[in-house]
């Protein structure tokens, strides 16, 4: 019974230390570079990359890839378990629906990035969790 305790136990260790591929739905350890699709409620779909392996305190560059129509974008992140309250980030235009920014996490831990994405339309937020080292 103890034995089987530590298998466990070492499983969890060898899935933290990235031994495996994440769950569905759990967050992503953003490795030396990182890139999601996300879908909008409107079926529309977004790609964000962030370059490199990003660590606390250290800037990372995040690429966003929208809908052409999309006319301004704006990032947020924050701590679940502890709100940060980090003023959000505006993202520069670079033309076809590409937008480019720099996001600091200031601590180790989950972290929850939330895209404000504006076009005529409105405004859309699609939302990706990442482990921070």
Not at 28 to 42: K, N
Not at 50 to 77: D, S, W, Y
Request: glycine residues 10%; proline residues 8%.
């Amino acid at each position: 019974m103890i034995w089987r305790l530590h298998a466990r136990n070492l499983a969890f260790v060898v899935a933290l230390l990235g031994g495996c591929e994440p769950r569905a739905g759990s967050a992503p350890q953003a490795g030396s570079g990182s890139q999601t699709a996300v879908t909008t409620e409107a079926g529309d779909e977004v790609e964000i990359r962030l370059a490199g392996r990003p660590k606390k305190l250290e800037p990372v560059e995040i690429t966003v890839v929208a809908p052409e129509n999309v006319a301004a974008a704006q990032a947020h992140i924050d701590m679940p378990a502890m709100p940060m309250h980090v003023a959000p980030t505006t993202l520069e235009p670079q033309g076809n629906g590409r937008f480019k920014g720099i996001l600091v996490f200031t601590m180790s831990g989950e972290w929850v990035l939330q895209l404000r994405l504006s076009d005529p339309k409105g405004t859309t937020v699609v939302e990706r969790r990442y482990d921070i080292d």
